[in-house]
């Protein structure tokens, strides 16, 4: 018995069906929740910042750097002349800077962050492109995203409405604007 030669449309697009929309769905999440996902991102990075101030942990960097004038050997503290960190057991300074870079090696090296930067920066990189096309279309749906997903302030319909747009138009806008956030994070659909 011979069998049927694969149609055309699964030889360009070999994924099943379900795990499309998954990664569509997947996607709308991320275009819903960019906001506050953005806001969690900038906080962490900030207080990772706040934690690693010099004032925080009193780090001087310009001890720590080498330079001619501090080329004498003798005197007291030899080792911070000539530019190289003593660390005792007891110097809270480098066990200070040691935690910090502990924690945020762990922040910024989790999988999960790093992630939702990677999703972060797709969607934006997306937007950006909306906003810079001279296509007048692109102004539109760059604002009905805004507003659909980012503000959630109105339905489709009424978002469509104020931008003289049926329906069905504003709908394909946001499956393709989805396809291209798709596109850059290397998901089918």
């Not at 001890?63 to 960190?85: A, C, D, H, Q, W």
């Not at 066990?95 to 999988?111: F, G, H, P």
């Not at 659909?148 to 504003?170: G, W």
Request: proline share 4%.
């Amino acid at each position: 018995m011979k069998q049927k030669p694969l149609s055309g449309s699964k030889m360009i697009n070999p994924w099943p069906k379900e795990k499309r929309r998954a990664a569509q769905k997947v996607i709308e999440w991320d275009l819903f929740t960019y906001e506050s996902v953005k806001k969690d991102i900038e906080r962490a990075i900030r207080e990772i910042e706040e934690i690693a101030a010099p004032t925080a942990t009193d780090i001087r960097e310009n001890i720590y750097l080498e330079s001619k004038e501090m080329r004498f050997i003798g005197g007291f503290n030899t080792g911070v002349v000539i530019g190289k960190p003593i660390h005792s057991s007891g110097d809270p300074t480098a066990d200070k800077a040691e935690q910090v870079r502990r924690y945020r090696q762990t922040l910024l090296s989790n999988t999960e962050h790093r992630e939702s930067v990677r999703r972060i920066n797709a969607i934006e990189e997306v937007m950006e492109i909306l906003d810079k096309s001279t296509v007048p279309d692109n102004n539109s749906r760059a604002r009905l995203i805004r507003e659909y997903y980012f503000k959630q302030s109105k339905t489709l319909e009424a978002i469509a409405i104020d931008l003289h747009i049926c329906e069905r138009t504003a709908r394909n806008w946001k499956y393709k604007t989805i396809f291209e956030v798709a596109k850059r994070l290397g998901f089918v659909i």
